[in-house]
């Protein structure tokens, strides 16, 4: 047959779903990050409670990472730092092995934020930080490399997915907008 109607009719129909008031969306977000920056501090490996190991290192993005004036007029603005926890073995041993500090590198992965109790000061305390886990992203940036033609094939598929998710919750939320009409 070919043509247009093949492609309509091998899309995948979205279902009517009604919401429930205590648990509300299915819907979880999108909460990803891609980073490309250089590395603070060495990735460190830490052997947690349970067994499992977790790298830990940081990646500084934008400003002068040395912080020297070079003069009054022009300030530096100083660098955003993102902590990084790689719950994955083989990626925790690849950040150890190849990542020094002020390596460029490439980092994709969930926003998480870590709770913990402070027992000094006796308060909770909240840690964002980047996690990788089974889908988390790494790579060395070498210097002849840019970091644009790396993310550019990464952030295709990237926002490709993130266009199918966000296109089939608008069209939940419009289903269930025009139900309560």
């Known amino acids: 047959m070919g043509g247009v109607d093949d492609y309509t009719d091998s899309r995948r129909e979205l279902e009517p779903q009604s919401v429930d008031p205590k648990k509300g969306w299915g819907f979880r977000g999108v909460h990803r990050a891609i980073i490309c920056g250089k590395v603070g501090q060495v990735p460190v490996q830490k052997i947690l409670r349970n067994?499992?190991?977790?790298?830990?290192?940081?990646?500084?993005?934008?400003?002068?990472?040395?912080?020297?004036?070079?003069?009054?007029?022009?300030?530096?603005?100083?660098?955003?730092?993102?902590?990084?926890?790689?719950h994955n073995d083989q990626l925790g041993a690849f950040a150890v092995q190849k990542l020094v500090k002020n390596s460029a590198v490439y980092v994709e992965g969930d926003?998480?934020?870590?709770?913990?109790?402070?027992?000094?000061?006796?308060?909770?305390?909240?840690?964002?930080?980047?996690?990788?886990?089974?889908?988390?992203?790494?790579?060395?940036?070498?210097?002849?490399?840019?970091?644009?033609?790396?993310?550019?094939?990464?952030?295709?598929?990237?926002?490709?997915?993130?266009?199918?998710?966000?296109?089939?919750?608008?069209?939940?939320?419009?289903?269930?907008?025009?139900?309560?009409?």
Not at 53 to 71: A, E, K, N, S, Y
Request: glycine fraction near 6%; proline fraction near 3%.
């Open 51 to 86: 067994g499992r190991t977790v790298t830990v290192f940081t990646v500084g993005t934008g400003g002068m990472f040395d912080q020297r004036v070079v003069g009054d007029a022009d300030l530096p603005k100083p660098a955003q730092w993102h902590r990084i926890a790689i």
């Open 111 to 181: 926003i998480e934020t870590r709770v913990y109790n402070d027992s000094i000061n006796d308060q909770v305390k909240n840690i964002p930080e980047i996690c990788l886990r089974r889908d988390g992203k790494i790579r060395l940036i070498k210097s002849g490399e840019s970091a644009a033609s790396i993310s550019l094939d990464e952030l295709s598929k990237f926002t490709e997915n993130l266009n199918i998710l966000i296109y089939e919750n608008l069209a939940l939320l419009v289903f269930v907008v025009i139900m309560q009409l």
